[in-house]
């Protein structure tokens, strides 16, 4: 096996400490290049690497020689993954009759934008040479006409190559992003639920901007999806809390801590799993997908958490989805097969309606130490088949 995968396996924590160096070394033969045992290794990594993880990395290729561009333009075409683009890696290196692009991602509504990557503005970038990398994907027919290209790069300022931009042909195709500002898009995107990604995906394309309507309906719409994540996380429980006359909220680093076990076992018993949004995690290949949400125990003694119509329709398209249940004061959790929750929606209680609506789940302990999902028809059915221990420490096998 691998080192770097049988670390992974074997200690998960230890990738933590790690330099980017280190994690370079420990692919292939250490050496990054188009084709390469070395670059097919770091790739796979970087799809289930802890989000952190990268946002550090790309500040130690700002800062110090680490193969750093091939290094850089990796990390980079991985945010694109991270903000639900499908990606294809460019060569590291231009070849005769190949296409020189970084990166091609292709958003869900099938626009398709060329990256280039840069890890700095200090040398003057030849538009017309990328404009040209455009025009070959057009007649090969891999792009659309209204495709545009996103240059990245590594310092925040460059306003020289903006300048360079506008006073061009090709100011309304071409976009400039600094790594860091990316970086900022993707942790956004994951402490966000999904009505925020389209959004996100619209700030990426180029668009005239004298009137300022379309910039303001972005933001509006990303911060209050982000608001209402943070009212549904950690307190996804919030309506039961209404129902009982009071609003109780679990501290956040338990929510943290449970989650981590959560994340970490599953990953242990399947696959490696990355953060999508505030509650949604995939494995890189997005067959393995999980909805996890924790509720601390109420004064009634029941559990109580929501389940909402985005996550029924993120579960469905999975080879194999759960519906995961954590429970603060509990060292176990409920991984419940997407199947199973889908085909009881009928007998649970909705709060709330369309998009801002979600089904009760309420969770009670019995006597003998059985949790039992109580059902509006009265009936209560045991989640013992699904429980899942949680007595390991979290690990970095999962992005969280």
């Known amino acids: 096996m691998k080192a770097l995968f049988t670390l992974l396996k074997t200690d998960p924590n230890q990738i933590d400490i790690l330099s980017i160096q280190q994690i370079v070394a420990l692919c292939g033969n250490g050496k990054l290049g188009d084709n390469s045992e070395a670059s097919h290794d770091f790739r796979e990594y970087l799809q289930i690497a802890k ?30 993954r991270r903000l639900d683009y499908s990606v294809e890696n460019g060569l590291y290196q231009g070849k005769i009759n190949a296409v020189g692009f970084d990166g091609l991602w292709c958003a869900p509504d099938g626009h398709i934008i060329i990256v280039e990557v840069k890890t700095s503005d200090a040398y003057r970038i030849n538009l017309d040479t990328i404009a040209g990398y455009r025009d070959d994907l057009l007649s090969a027919g891999k792009i659309k006409k209204d495709s545009s290209v996103l240059i990245v790069v590594g310092r925040e300022d460059t306003g020289d190559l903006e300048a360079q931009v506008r006073g061009s042909r090709h100011a309304w195709s071409f976009r400039i992003i600094s790594a860091d500002a990316l970086a900022k898009l993707v942790t956004l995107k994951e402490n966000s639920e999904l009505a925020s ?3 996100i995906h619209e700030l990426l394309v180029p668009f005239e901007y004298t009137r300022l309507d379309r910039i303001i309906d972005i933001a509006f719409t990303v911060a209050k999806d982000a608001s209402a994540a943070e009212q549904q996380e950690p307190t996804v429980e919030t309506f039961a809390a209404a129902e009982q006359g009071k609003q109780e909220r679990t501290a956040s680093d338990v929510i943290t801590e449970i989650r981590s076990k959560m994340l970490a076992a599953l990953s242990s018993k399947y696959l490696p799993l990355v953060r999508k949004s505030r509650a949604l995690y995939w494995s890189a290949d997005k067959s393995l997908r999980i909805a996890a949400t924790i509720s601390k125990q109420y004064t009634d003694g029941g559990y109580w958490y929501g389940y909402h119509d985005s996550w029924d329709k993120f579960l469905a398209e999975a080879v194999q989805g759960f519906y995961v249940l954590g429970c603060v004061g509990r060292d176990d959790a409920f991984a419940i097969p997407f199947e ?13 309606q369309g998009e801002d609506g979600w089904w009760q789940i309420v969770v009670c302990p019995t006597a003998d130490g059985d949790m039992r999902l109580y059902l509006k028809t009265g009936q209560n059915e045991s989640l013992a088949p699904f429980k899942i221990a949680l007595s390991m420490t979290a690990g970095a096998s999962s992005s969280n």
């Open 51 to 80: 989000s952190g993880n990268l946002f550090k990395y790309v500040q130690t290729c700002l800062q110090m020689p680490v193969e750093r561009g091939f290094v850089f333009q990796d990390i980079i075409n991985e945010f694109g």
């Open 197 to 199: 990604v389209s959004k």
């Open 340 to 352: 199973w929750i889908h085909s009881r929606r009928e007998h649970l209680y909705m709060t709330g």
